[in-house]
């Protein structure tokens, strides 16, 4: 059964806690992404990643981090230095690491609250 | 920089009611343009998408888009709207470095 796993569904985070939200995908995609949905404020994009061992910020990376040791599993750190970090985090991967053409996979999602 | 707006934010329509939500996008490039649909609940999933050719395309549940390179848009159309379509809509654009830029949403609630 293939696709994007993302656990856990709900996470509470206290303050000055780092927390890290896991993202697995078994679909052999080469690049995945991580988004952050607020209300009223769509997607948008935190980091991603189009090949193991290499990513890029996206628009707002700050008070996060990430790493891709393995094509399959790209977790995201939400850090201290993240002052409003309640959200719903979204994790996508697409077959495609360069160029047009690749149809974003998205997983479930976690919801992150802070204590 | 590229960028993506979506002007109807709620939008309430009786059962069997056409509907067209709007999207404009900024980007001086090639456009590779996506709508997104999350039923509650669900995951975020493709609706359709452009990417060359017929600038008409059709994509599942009877929607369809049209992309219209003057006008900067790629609007979403159903003739006849179903309860089932309840859900938030989500335009996005593919653009430099692989990434996908998305608009705001807009929440559609079909009424019985």
Known sequence: ?115 | AQSVSQHNHHVILSEAASLELGCNYSYGGTVNLFWYVQYPGQHLQLLLKYFSGDPLVKGIKGFEAEFIKSKFSFNLRKPSVQWSDTAEYFCALLGGGNKLTFGTGTQLKVEL
């Not at chain 1, 806690?17 to 992404?33: I, K, R």
């Not at chain 1, 979204?90 to 690491?97: D, E, K, M, Q, V």
């Not at chain 1, 053409?101 to 998205?106: A, D, K, L, P």
């Open chain 1, 1 to 115: 059964d293939g696709g994007i796993t993302q656990s856990p569904k709900y996470l509470f985070r206290k303050e000055g806690q780092n927390v890290t939200l896991s993202c697995e995908q078994n679909l052999n995609h080469d690049a995945m992404y991580w988004y952050r949905q607020d209300p009223g404020q769509g997607l948008r994009l935190i980091y991603y990643s189009q090949i193991v061992n290499d990513f890029q910020k996206g628009d707002i990376a700050e008070g996060y981090s990430v790493s891709r040791e393995k094509k399959e599993s790209f977790p995201l750190t939400v850090t201290s230095a993240q002052k409003n970090p309640t959200a719903f985090y979204l994790c996508a991967s697409n077959p495609t690491g360069t160029g047009p053409g690749g149809t974003q996979y998205f997983g479930p999602g976690t919801r992150l609250l802070v204590l």
